[in-house]
């Protein structure tokens, strides 16, 4: 076998075969190449013990090589064997091997004999093994009848199955007639001679169908024994008894066995109970790697034995009854086997050699010598050779000297036969390895450079290094026979080409190859450990890195076998991902990397975990009256260890299907102490539970049924209250069927006034919620009891509690009613409470009712729906929030108990004060021309009192949406629409307006609107354009601008000597005296308005296109930027008076627009 892996343009690679398989290439190294002169080899022989399928044409190989090509012939029984006399037997062409065709006419058992072949030519004559032709046989049973067997219980049966002798023997296994093969145990079992043994027979032996079956493999046939019917009969008691021993019999047997087969002992004993068997060696160990027990540890198997095998085997079986033994003594003989076999001999004329056969067993082998197939003895004088046992002597050997010699060693126990040729040659060397090999080879793995030769006599060889390198030495080197050169650590610099060169006295000849070194593969990123959930997704990676001219190939494997080929499995460059993973998917996964040249892998161990599988085999023992121990088989925990397990119990006879928790119990215990209530027909189940979560309950256990107690509860939740004045209805929780501990349960209801001296009355109902007694009197407290009772007996004595008898409605209304008006919206309400005893029942409180009668403003009577508020408990005052200013109110007041409400109090009569009106409706500017806005509005929904006023503030919004100086005017309350004047004209402006009442200013609302454009101006400015351009008007508008700028620094001058900052002028506007907060005297229910909410904004905003702002869209409040004016109002409306010019305060400047009215110019005058 050359060590050369994948070649590329005749270049090998030398790695990863074992240093064994290199020494077998050193035996064959000298083989003689075929195109020189040479005896027969034989090459391919059948086996000597050749058993045929009688079906089938026969074929016994022999196949030989040699130059010239040798000839065939055959023996049969030790005599010649025509074969051209014989039709059916043919031979291959340019081969030995026959051929007989038996399958269309003809019988196997005529060719049954001993067969030799023999390949014969000029330089000698090689043979094959003696090969014995035999047929296979598979018989059938001889038929026989079977009676049935009859046996106690507890005794001892062998069923025997004495099957054909076939060829080969048969194997031997029982079934049944269904083809289903028939348990076996400790107790039952199949001995090595085929019998099925009992150890004692039990009454579920008992079938009509034990049938042994003999399956001949050679033939694929199987044949039947007929079946064999046993009937166990039960009995009450049976006897106990020691082991004894049914196979093999007595104390001691003899076994031998060849050796290199396998060892069998067996030793099978009944007995009750069922013995076990344990084995020994006397004067010895047990060989451990070689040891195995088999048939439930009857059978002890030894493999490969040898002679030091031999010895004494003792075999014990015990019970708690006693034991027996059995000693086996073993002796192991041997079939020849070699020591040292004969080897061709290549030798040139004149040289000296030697043939050697040596081999041993037990006994000893006789060792015989033929030459060219025929006893040496009887063979030819050869000068040149001598006999010396084993060992052949040649000296001096000429061309004559050539032949194939034979080498027989045989005992009883076989033979082995071996041919070695010698053959005299005169050749100059040659080299047998093809010129110019390539070798690629891993850094610092051996490197292994092929120079196979042949020459006679055998050349000698030396290994150079480059074109004019040195002889390569043995302390780097090694240099094996066959011409190899080994490299044992190959680094870069053992890369280049190396020479080998071999030389005899008939010549020399050489050969060069080249080596070249490359990088390992490495992996240098492991996939890692896992841990996932059964369903889930896991990744691993795999990172290789590798030789850049090599090509590496990343595989993965599962269990050191292929992925399957599954949906779930893919593989994305580095990445192995499964998706919804199964239980099967735990495994071990590897990456295996490799070129050309070396295979590298890494493994890493996929967990998958789940819940864990539900317990199993549920079984209740120690069965007490309160307790029951419940034990399980926990199921597999799905690689999770199980924490927890779950008890649940089932109440069958109470509540049926309804799984209770009834106890935990820690992962590492499998029985549990149940305690138990009486009268429940328990069932139990167990769940499992891990970090992943729980497992489905297991299997439902058998039924349990406690017997009958008293209660040990009483019900829960007992009152006692009145449905009518005149009775009381007492009423409880029931107890559970679980809780009754008994059949017939019951309650015992008793009752008694809890202020009188009467005696208990009592009464027994069923099992019912509540009890009705009549004819109490009105509310008066009762003491209470119900007490569980049931067949057995009655619960202990119970709770008592307080109730009362019915109630009634209150007979007296509360007195001195009277009221205090905090505010305009808020009243206070005093009353004295009535008396407890006309109350009749539990107290609840108070409940005011108050409604409004009438409107103070229109003074006309209105009846509005009446309001309630009550107030729990005993109070004697309330207060009254929500009322409307100026609004005259009723009210009276009423006791509440359980059963309703008292007779009311006599009315009272308040009146709430005025209030600030709401917004005005909406506010609408209409008509804009160039200097008049016209402003309508409606009056407030809520006025809260008399209207005295309505104030409007405007103010204009320049172009930059900052807002000019604010005009504030008073309008009668009467006025619903506005007509202002003198406007400037496509100006903004913003307004301001809310009402008022003695009690303040109310709510306000904005509006913005914009007058017209003068369209005449317009006009005439366009028409002005061209005057625009001429010098003299350039010249005008120059000498006006100039004016101004004077006039606009001697304003500077003046403002920076005595005027008022801008930014003081800006604060002083920002508040108006006439919008204040209103504040009521408790400061809770009272009606106010922020102040900030007057206050206008810096910058303008747009307003809806139908100019209308209601009072919910608006809020806004005004602030005065500028001071008010005083004026009055025709009565049409219109104002006809002026703008002061005296103010306390200067205007605010701001940033207004050139087009703003001036507060000294009377800008707007109403007509």
Known sequence: MRLKIMPLKKSFSVHRVPLILFLCQLMSALEVPLDLVQPPTITRQSPKDYIIDPREN??????????????????????????????????????????ISITIEGKAETYEGVYQCTARNERGAAISNNIIIRPSRSPLWTKEKLEQITILKGQSLVLPCRPPLGLPPPIIFWMDNSFQRLPQSERVSQGLNGDLYFSNVLPEDTREDYVCYARFNHTQTIQQKQPISVKVHSTKSYIERPPKLLSPEGRTSHKEELRENVLSLECIAEGLPTPSITWTKEDGELPINRTSYTNFRKTLNINLVSEADSGKY?????????????????????????????????????????????????PKPKISWLTNGVPIEMAPDDPSRKIDGDTILFSDVQESSSAVYQCNASNEYGYLLANAFVNVLAEPPRILTDANLHYQVITDRPAMLDCAFFGSPIPTFKWFKGTKGSVLQENTYIFHDNGTLEIPVAQKDSAGTYTCVVRNKLGMAKNDVHLEIK???????????????????????????????????????????ELPNDGRFSIDNDHLVIMNISDEDDATYTCVANTSLDIVSASAVLRVVDRPNPPFDLELTSLLERSVQLSWIPGDENNSPITDFIIEYEDSLHEPGIWHHHSDVPGTQTTAELKLSPYVKYSFRVIAVNSIGRSLPSEVSEYYMTKAAEPEENPTAVEGIGSEPDNLVITWQPLKGFDSNGPGLQYKVSWRQKDGDDEWTSVVVANVSKYIVSGTPTFVPYLVKVQALNDVGFAPEPVIIIGHSGEDLPMVAPSNVHVNVVNSTLAEVHWEPVP?????????????????????SKRNKR?????????????????????????HYMLNVRVVNGKGEGPASVDRVFNTPEGVPSAPLFLKIVNPTLDSLTLEWDPPSHPNGILTAYTLKFQPINSTHELGPLVDIKIPANMTSLILRNLSYN????????????????????EEAVTTVDEGKMAMASRQVDIATQGWFIGLMCAVALLILILLIVCFIRRNKGGKYPVKEKEDAHADPEIQPMKEDDGTFGEYSDAEDHKPSKKGSRTPSDRTVKKEDSDDSLVDYGEGVNGQFNEDGSFIGQYSGKKEKEPAEGNESSEAPSPVNAMNSFV
Not at 522 to 528: S, V
């Open 987 to 1006: 100006t903004r402006y913003k307004f301001y307006f809310y009402a008022q009442t003695s009690a303040g200013s109310g709510s306000q609302i904005t």
């Open 58 to 99: 026969i074929e016994i190989q022999c196949e030989a090589k040699g130059k010239p090509p040798p000839s065939f012939s055959w023996t049969r029984n030790g005599t010649h064997f025509d074969i051209d006399k014989d039709p059916l037997v043919k031979m291959l062409p340019n081969s030995g091997t026959l051929v």
């Open 836 to 856: 407890p005893k006309s109350i009749r029942g539990h107290l609840k409180g108070y409940r005011i009712y108050y409604w409004k009668v009438k409107n103070s």
């Open 519 to 561: 990088d390992p593969t490495r992996i240098i990123k492991h996939p890692e450990y896992k841990v996932v959930q059964r369903g889930g997704k896991v990744s691993f990676e795999c990172k290789v890195k590798h030789d850049p001219t090599l090509i590496a190939t990343l595989t993965w494997l599962k269990d050191n076998g």
């Open 863 to 887: 009846h509005v729906e009446k309001k309630i508020l009550t107030f729990n408990g005993n109070k004697t005052h309330g207060m009254l929030p929500g009322l409307e200013p100026f609004s």
């Open 314 to 362: 003792k075999c014990t079986a015990r019970n708690p009854l006693g034991f027996v033994e059995h000693t086996i003594s073993v002796t192991v003989k041997a079939a020849p086997y070699w020591i040292t076999a004969p080897k061709n001999l290549v030798l040139s004329p004149g040289e000296d050699g030697t043939l050697i056969c040596r081999a041993n067993g037990n």
